[in-house]
C-alpha cells in the first residue's frame, strides 16, 4: 500500500504567506515573468510528466509540496487545460518525471513495496481530506462501500457527500477512490467511467464479476463457521475461508444475529 505524506501545516502556513504577499501586490496569482521552477518550488507552479503504467499511460502533475494531479490517458494538451481549469495555477510540461518521483510512482502502480508518496492536496476542505485518507487505507484487491467510509471519519449520515468528495479527488488511482463501490455492493460509478473501474480493480486483483454477482445477490459479508467471524468478502481474511465453511449474510444486523463478530481488520460493523 501506498504510504500517504500529506502537506503539513508548518508548509500551508508558508504557502499561505506568499499567496497574502501576492495580493497584498494586487494579484493573487503568480506574475507569468516569475521563472515556473521558482514557482514550482513555491508551490504556486507545476510541473508535469508521463509516467507508463499497468493500465496504460498516465499524466502527473508535482510541486514541492507532492503530487498534486494525476489522468490516465488523453493528451498533454487536455491535461494541461484540466489542470489549470481545476486548479488556476501555472502548469508546464518536465522533460520527464524526477527518477525518485518516477520510480515511487512506478512501485505504487505496480503494487509493489511500500512507496512513501507525498500529496498536495490544498484543493480540498478538511472533509474531503479525511475521505481521501480513509480511501487511502483500502488494500489493493479489496474494496468498501461509500457507507463505511462516512462511518470511519464519523460521519455516518453523510454517504453521498463522501461519493461527491471522491468524484473530486484530484489524484485518482494514486489515492484510490475506484476502490470504494456502492453500498449495496455493484462497482458503481466513476470520474473515468465504470469500465475503466471494473479494469483497475481487476487489474489489482478484484474479481469483478464476483463482486456484481454478489451484489446482485444481496450477499452484502461473509462468515466463517469456524471462527465466527464476518468480514467484507474482498477483505484478506473473508478470502482464506474455504467454500465449505462460508456462510452468506445479507446486513451486519443479520451476522450479529446469528452470532458472529465483525471482522477486527476489514471493520464491517461500520458499515451497517
Known amino acids: 500500500m501506498t504510504r500517504p505524506e500529506f502537506l503539513g501545516r508548518d508548509s500551508r502556513a508558508r504557502q499561505g504567506g506568499v499567496a497574502r504577499l501576492l495580493r497584498d501586490l494586487g494579484d493573487a496569482r503568480a506574475p507569468g515573468t516569475i521563472f515556473p521552477a521558482v514557482l514550482e518550488r513555491l508551490g504556486l507552479g507545476d510541473a508535469y510528466g508521463r509516467l507508463d503504467t499497468p493500465i496504460g499511460p498516465v499524466f502527473v502533475a508535482y510541486n514541492a509540496h507532492g503530487v498534486s494531479a494525476v489522468r490516465p490517458g488523453g493528451s498533454a494538451k487536455e491535461f494541461e487545460a484540466a489542470f489549470r481549469t481545476r486548479f488556476g495555477r501555472p502548469i508546464r510540461r518536465a522533460g520527464g518525471l524526477p527518477a525518485a518521483l518516477a520510480g515511487r510512482l512506478g512501485r505504487a502502480f505496480r503494487g509493489t513495496g511500500r512507496p512513501s508518496v507525498h500529496f498536495d492536496l490544498r484543493s480540498v476542505s478538511e472533509f474531503e481530506r479525511a475521505v481521501l485518507r480513509k480511501a487511502l487505507s483500502i488494500p489493493r484487491g479489496e474494496v468498501r462501500p461509500y457507507g463505511w467510509i462516512a462511518r470511519e471519519i464519523g460521519r455516518p449520515a453523510a454517504a453521498r457527500a463522501v461519493g461527491t468528495a471522491l468524484a473530486r479527488n484530484p489524484i485518482p488511482l494514486l489515492i484510490p477512490c475506484h476502490r470504494?463501490?456502492?453500498?449495496?455492493?455493484?462497482?458503481?460509478?466513476?470520474?473515468?467511467?465504470?469500465?475503466?473501474?471494473?479494469?483497475?480493480?481487476?487489474?489489482?486483483?478484484?474479481?469483478?464479476?464476483?463482486?456484481?454477482?454478489?451484489?446482485?445477490?444481496?450477499?452484502?459479508?461473509?462468515?466463517?463457521?469456524?471462527?465466527?467471524?464476518?468480514?467484507?468478502?474482498?477483505c484478506r481474511n473473508a478470502r482464506r475461508i474455504s467454500p465449505a465453511h462460508r456462510v452468506s449474510f445479507r446486513s451486519a444486523a443479520e451476522a450479529r444475529g446469528a452470532g458472529y463478530r465483525p471482522c477486527a481488520v476489514c471493520r464491517p460493523s461500520l458499515a451497517s
Do not use: M
Request: aromatic letters at 12%; one cysteine or more; a negative charge.
Open 180 to 234: 470504494v463501490v456502492r453500498n449495496d455492493g455493484r462497482v458503481g460509478g466513476y470520474l473515468f467511467g465504470p469500465e475503466f473501474k471494473r479494469r483497475v480493480l481487476a487489474d489489482e486483483g478484484v474479481d469483478v464479476e464476483a463482486l456484481e454477482a454478489r451484489a446482485h445477490a444481496g450477499t452484502q459479508y461473509y462468515g466463517s463457521d469456524t471462527t465466527r467471524i464476518y468480514c467484507f468478502p474482498t
